[in-house]
């Protein structure tokens, strides 16, 4: 390109250009805005929520009164509800890291097949997802509701009337009502994570077992399944964190009723200290999630900055 | 066209194997689908209709006057204005922030950029809907409840250990010796991140723009914490409030879910491939 005179304005440009080199950028500059608000908005929290499970506070006076471990005693001993959150916390955990994950496995190795149409397959199994969760409890509380709603009318009209439920009214179904609503909304995450976890199955490890003989069954067994095992571990890590997430879709369906019976940890937590105003009890019920969180995680994580450091060397 | 699909590699037959597992596919993939027709056929029907027509039948009048009441009734002005605000400025400034600190980590030597990176990680870990009360106090104690600039400070910082997580990743693949000879010819390290790693990274970015869009729009319990004033609510929080006073207005109340929805339904559908790429770039590496 031919060099003309150069205008004003790309002259002011390269001059300030130049001026930014002078300064002597360093790593604190640009670590600087990041760390400020993930310091004060989570790191302090963290650390936070600790200091307030040993207070007697209502969250907004001036009296904060220091009383040792008596929330947690309170908590562990004389809170049938937080035991009632507890155990369907893990009921909850279990069942996410299983039935979404193996759905999404099954579906993503279909379309990893020679089919008609995957892509838009893969793009409506996926659409959940991207929906707010509580408009997913909002949706689902609907398509439960016992006179109109989508199941009972379905079950109505193919003369299937035992199976008609009060969904969300029943004690002893409303957990599992809220979990289909759960695996309708997540299976597309899991599936995706396969889908690319798939992509990295070598494809002439495929086809020299299919020269050697080997069926389908065997390929699978043989090839996809060891090639795909560390997808397999991402995903079950991955659902596990989000199954502790587990707020909204809880919140907005049944709010932990009927009856408290499908109150969960995270849910509990909330309304003792924004609804009941009891910081200090709902702060220790954080603490105790927390510290069950952390000793999944931490084991998960030295796992994983080990394994990285592996393959970097 | 057709002719191609069904066939098992290097064979010319069609597969009955691969017809039956579609044929099963297209089923599972209905009952994926009938939540969303259920929802909007009965956002289009009266309240009568809904009572004596079955799930499943098509509106008699498509009643698109349910979503005019809706959207008055549930303040929708307010709740699509104040999700607006808030994702319009969280989302560009969070990727900004997230990618300066991970080119730090990345490009710049510095003593504990390890123990900085581990710290960051480890967020992407911590469930913040534990922390729901500590945040309402930090977010009280800076006098920010009910502002945007109180939800979107805690809004940047859970967003910013996935994104620092995804950009190191992306940062560390790009050849040093770009980076360092720009260096040596005398270019900033504001200069070499601008000029080089944001234009190169651009596929990452919007990936993650498009992840981080829809995190912050569908955000729900902070915001509940955060946002107590009516005139201060996101779209999440007025649905749910709409839910509780006009449950029984079924027409209306679906009206609202899908006005709810639309917005990230758009946003998938037209940016769907860097959804994909977005969400399985980090994750799944090998």
């Known amino acids: 390109m031919e060099m003309k005179e150069v205008s004003p304005v790309v002259k002011e440009k390269v001059n300030i250009i130049g001026k930014i080199n002078k ?11 990041a760390m400020i608000v993930y310091t004060v908005f989570s790191l302090y929290p963290l650390i936070d929520v600790i200091k307030l499970s040993f207070l007697n506070w209502n969250g907004l006076s001036e009296v904060k009164e220091y009383v040792g471990i008596e929330n947690y005693s309170k908590v562990l001993t004389q809170d049938p509800v937080f035991w009632v959150a507890f155990e369907n916390t893990i009921i909850w955990t279990i069942l996410s890291i299983t039935i979404p994950p193996f759905l999404g496995f099954v579906i993503a190795l ?3 097949q020679n089919i008609f149409g995957k892509t838009v397959l893969r793009a409506i199994f996926y659409l959940p997802v991207i929906i707010a969760p509580i408009a997913v409890a909002t949706m ?20 299937l009337e035992f199976l008609i439920q009060d969904w969300l009214g029943d ?4 957990l599992y009502s809220i979990f289909i609503g759960y695996i309708w909304q997540t299976m597309g995450f899991s599936m995706v994570l396969f889908l690319a976890g798939l992509q990295g199955v070598s494809q002439t490890l495929v086809e020299a077992a299919r ?8 390929i699978f067994k043989y090839v996809t399944l060891p090639a795909i095992q560390p997808t397999i571990a991402i995903v079950v890590v991955l659902s596990l964190i ?10 907005g369906m049944t709010g932990g009723g009927p009856a408290q019976s499908t109150q969960m940890l995270a849910l509990w937590a909330y309304t003792q200290a924004m609804q009941i105003y009891d910081f200090g009890k709902g702060s220790a019920i954080s603490v105790i999630l927390l510290v069950i969180t952390l000793m999944i995680v931490i084991p998960y994580l030295i796992w994983n900055t080990k394994k990285e450091g592996k393959s970097h060397a | 066209m057709l002719s191609s699909f069904f066939k098992t590699q290097g064979s010319d037959d069609y597969d009955p194997f691969l017809i039956t597992l579609w044929v099963l596919l297209i089923l599972v993939v209905a009952i994926w689908v009938c939540p969303f027709i259920f929802i909007l056929f009965t956002s289009l029907k009266t309240n009568g209709e809904v009572i004596t027509t079955s799930a499943f039948s098509f509106p008699e009048v498509l009643h698109w006057v349910n979503y005019v009441k809706a959207w008055a009734r549930g303040g929708f002005d307010t709740t699509f204005f104040n999700s607006a605000i808030i994702s319009i400025i969280k989302v560009p400034l969070g990727l900004f922030i997230s990618s300066l600190a991970a080119y730090a980590i990345a490009n710049i030597k510095f003593k504990g950029s390890n123990f900085v990176y581990i710290m960051i990680v480890f967020g992407t870990m911590i469930p913040f809907q534990v922390m729901l009360a500590p945040l309402f106090n930090v977010v009280n104690d800076l006098g920010l409840l009910n502002t945007y600039v109180g939800v979107i400070l805690p809004y940047l910082s859970f967003g910013i250990p996935y994104q620092v997580f995804i950009l190191y990743g992306f940062f560390k693949g790009v050849p040093k010796e770009i980076s360092e000879a720009a260096y040596i010819d005398g270019a900033s390290h504001l200069t070499i991140f601008i000029k080089l790693f944001l234009p190169i990274s651009l596929p990452v970015l919007s990936a993650l723009f498009i992840l981080d869009f829809v995190a912050t729009w569908n955000e729900f319990a902070m915001a509940l914490v955060l946002l107590q ?15 509780g006073q006009f449950s029984s207005d079924y027409g209306q109340l679906n009206s609202a879910i899908v006005m709810t929805v639309l917005p990230a339904v758009l946003v998938y559908m037209i940016f769907q491939r860097y959804f994909v790429s977005g969400l399985t770039s980090g994750s799944v590496k090998e």
């Open chain 2, 229 to 243: 004033d009516s005139s201060m609510w996101t779209l999440p929080l007025g649905l749910m409030s709409f839910q």
């Open chain 1, 211 to 218: 020269i050697d003989g080997a069926n389908r069954f065997q």
């Open chain 1, 23 to 33: 300064i002597p950028f360093k790593a604190i500059h640009f670590l600087l805005p």
């Open chain 1, 140 to 159: 689902w509380r609907w398509m439960y509701d016992p006179f109109f709603g989508l199941f009972n009318s379905i079950f109505n009209s193919f003369g």
């Open chain 1, 242 to 251: 989000n199954s502790l997430k587990a707020f909204d879709i809880v919140y």
């Open chain 1, 171 to 174: 004690k002893d179904v409303a």
């Open chain 1, 110 to 112: 279909s379309l990893n």
